[in-house]
């Protein structure tokens, strides 16, 4: 297209500020805020960017021609702009680098920014029609670049944009590949993620950026697709969290996936879709089963269209059902031409609360700042290190785990006797000279008095075997609990496979159902996949060999709470760890569980098979990964006198117990002691030596101990 005369331009520019006057937006010499405006480009992208200093960066230019040139100008003039400090462009698509020239036409840009030059992959075919637009708009692209200084920037640069920090991302088919800081965590979400084809276009190539300002996180990747942005977060999420998202790609299906959308956990989406473009069903899925997202607000309501398979659409996107609320929407008119074009505006303070308004309408909200424990530096998530027991005879320990597990072996640890089972875990010991409290009860079937440490788990192949060689060992020393599997079993069995429920664990509830449906027949015999035991060591630390795919000296613990989910929430907040993905009911996809709200829920019925005659208060359940592994919470068990009276007691402190405390290892003890801090949790001793290294020690909510190791 030619370049519009100055008279015609100046026209079109002063019919768009008309429609833009019912929205003014005050000019500042030195905003407090940064300030973002989204502005409408039937689907492309056009991001202004205003830094608290005053200096700006659009993140590029729409489609050639007059009209997004003008809307692009007018939301600048509005903003107090006299020129475009940084023009970034994502990449070569001319929705995104096509209006570059007629933008610079109408206000000066001094900087440009770009992954370099195109590079047209051969994989992708192209039509001559195609390649006549992509050299026409290239051209004008690079007599725009001429006008300035230009750079080239590759991930892990910075846009140098006075105020606020920008990172490259991604870029030229590259991603960053050391995490942010406070970022590097694993990514549960990983293990389900599904890649789509290849991608041979442009798109893959696209520039992608995180904008921060203090407290307040902004991420924007442009039109980078599916396997693309899950580099940057499989099979560690090296982002973090964000504030904000800019749906990738309009909101198309091509881009987007949970196993991104989901790790980032925005709290506001904002799409740059048009009527007919973006705004997938796909994506609108997986942005309201996002964890903490509160809204989503779109530049376009999208009507009804046919799904397009090419893109990964499987269902029609568009209409009432999959749009957000007309107040969070720019743009209601359906042709491309429409005016006046509305825009998103969102202001961000230092602190990390934020405001979004809706130009159509004026309609505004307001984002507090997150609480402290998410505004503090993330932590990696930690490595399960070591148990800690006290022990009058480390070596008698040492000899029966040598037989309980012979692939292990005795060692020391930081002067301490130790025994490693092969794996990541060590048990540790520090000799006492008398037994400590808190050993189990064979009699009781608890220990006594209870702590949060229930159980560590080992994970056997062969349950039956295990049993069968440890009693010819010695039938004694290694003595079988019983298991019980209903109210009326008084002698209870070794596994829990035995039960006539087999692998399934019951409420009394379902046993009696069961009884009744088989009351005419014969009691079916279930099979043992789920098969459980337990042992008492020489210390009193319950041990519980559970049934698996293969031999693992540690393979889970069990802890005791009186909120276990309250306790999940904790571990997560403040040391790093993660809630295990669940399955979306709507997609069948994997997703990330937010935090529980409420979390101190009803404790359900018992089942069975237990380790108490009682049975066991198995609901409800709180579980947490971290890096080698995960723990579980279950309720306090001597509830409403079920262990008799006078023993509905809180739990005991660890300190001083058989098992004194746990043990999680992290990379950096400085940081660990500043998130710490910063979300308000005790340090009860340290930093003290481990070793050649160092510790703190704290405890969680139901006083378990935790020593936190610095491990490089």
């Not at 899925?285 to 809204?295: A, F, H, M, N």
């Not at 009193?540 to 559970?546: I, K, R, S």
């Not at 023993?647 to 098992?659: A, T």
């Amino acid at each position: 297209m030619n370049a519009p005369t100055p008279v015609r331009r100046t026209a079109l520019l002063a019919v768009a500020m008309a429609c833009l006057s019912s929205y003014q937006i005050a000019r500042m010499q030195a905003p407090k805020t940064l300030d973002v405006f989204f502005v409408d480009v039937e689907g492309g992208q056009a991001t202004l960017v205003v830094s608290p200093s005053g200096e700006s960066m659009l993140v590029d230019a729409g489609n050639p021609g007059d009209r997004d040139a003008d809307r692009i100008a007018a939301v600048a003039k509005q903003a107090g702009l006299h020129q475009i400090d940084y023009m970034v462009t994502t990449h070569y698509d001319g929705d995104h680098h096509g209006g570059v020239k007629d933008v610079s036409m109408r206000i000066p840009i001094r900087h440009f920014v770009d992954h370099g030059p195109r590079v047209q992959d051969p994989a992708q075919p192209i039509t001559p029609q195609s390649q006549s637009y992509v050299e026409r708009t290239d051209k004008a692209y690079a007599d725009a670049v001429a006008t300035g200084a230009h750079t080239i920037v590759k991930p892990g640069d910075r846009v140098p944009l006075a105020g606020i920090d920008v990172t490259v991302l991604a870029a030229d088919r590259s991603a960053i590949a050391r995490p942010l800081p406070g970022a590097g965590a694993p990514n549960p979400l990983c293990g389900a993620y599904q890649p789509h084809d290849v991608d041979h276009s442009e798109n893959s190539f696209s520039l992608g950026i995180l904008l921060r300002y203090s407290d307040f996180r902004m991420l924007d990747l442009g039109d980078l697709t599916w396997n693309k942005e899950s580099d940057l977060v499989c099979p560690n999420n090296l982002i973090g969290t964000v504030d904000v998202y800019l749906t990738t790609h309009h909101g198309l299906s091509l881009s987007g996936p949970p196993v991104l959308v989901h790790a980032v956990r925005p709290r506001v989406a904002i799409m740059n879709n048009a009527a007919r473009k973006g705004a997938a069903a796909e994506t609108m899925g997986t942005l309201r089963s996002s964890p903490g997202l509160e809204d989503l607000w779109q530049l376009h309501y999208s009507a009804p269209r046919p799904a397009n398979a090419a893109y990964y659409e499987k269902s029609d996107p568009g209409g009432k059902d999959l749009n957000t609320p007309e107040q969070f929407i720019a743009n209601l008119d359906e042709p491309p031409t429409h005016t006046p074009a509305h825009f998103i505006k969102l202001s961000a303070r230092a602190d990390g609360s934020f405001v979004v308004t809706n130009s159509r309408n004026a309609f505004s909200k307001e984002y507090k700042a997150r609480p402290s424990a998410a505004k503090s530096p993330a932590l990696p998530m930690p490595r399960y290190h070591h148990i800690h027991l006290n022990s009058v005879d480390p070596a008698r320990s040492l000899d029966w785990y040598a037989k309980y597990w012979p692939a292990g072996r005795k060692t020391t640890v930081a002067g301490f006797p130790a025994f490693q089972g092969g794996n990541d875990l060590y048990l540790l010991y520090t000799k006492v000279p008398q037994r400590a409290p808190g050993g189990f009860d064979k009699t009781l079937h608890r220990s006594v008095p209870q702590s949060a440490f229930w159980t560590f788990g080992s994970g056997v192949a062969d349950t039956a075997g295990l049993v069968a060689r440890l009693s010819k060992i010695d039938a004694k020393q290694f003595a079988f609990l019983p298991v019980y599997t209903s109210p009326d079993d008084t002698n209870g069995v070794i596994r829990s496979a035995l039960a006539p429920q087999g692998d399934q664990l019951l409420t009394v509830s379902q046993l009696k159902e069961r009884a009744e449906r088989e009351k005419n027949a014969p009691p079916a015999r279930r099979p043992g996949s789920q098969d459980f035991g337990y042992l008492v060591d020489p210390d009193g630390m319950l041990v519980e060999f559970n049934s698996a795919p293969e031999d693992h000296f540690w393979s889970h613990n069990h802890f005791w709470h009186e909120q276990p989910l309250c306790a999940a929430n904790w571990y997560v907040d403040h040391l790093g760890m993660q809630f295990p993905p669940v399955r979306d009911p709507q997609s069948g996809a994997m997703a990330a569980r937010d935090r529980w709200t409420p979390c101190d829920v009803a404790v359900g019925e018992v089942g069975y098979p237990s380790f108490m005659p009682q049975g066991q208060l198995r609901i409800p359940i709180g579980n947490v990964r971290f890096a080698n592994g995960s723990w579980a919470w279950y309720t306090r068990q001597c509830r409403k006198g079920r262990c008799g009276p006078g023993n509905d007691k809180p739990l005991v402190r660890s300190r001083g117990q058989v098992v004194d405390h746990v043990a999680l290892a992290f990379p950096d003890l400085d940081a660990v002691i500043a998130h710490l801090k910063a979300t308000g949790v005790p340090i009860v001793s340290g930093p003290h030596p481990f070793g050649d290294t160092r510790a703190v020690l704290i405890e969680d909510l139901d006083g378990l101990a935790l020593e936190l190791i610095e491990a490089k």
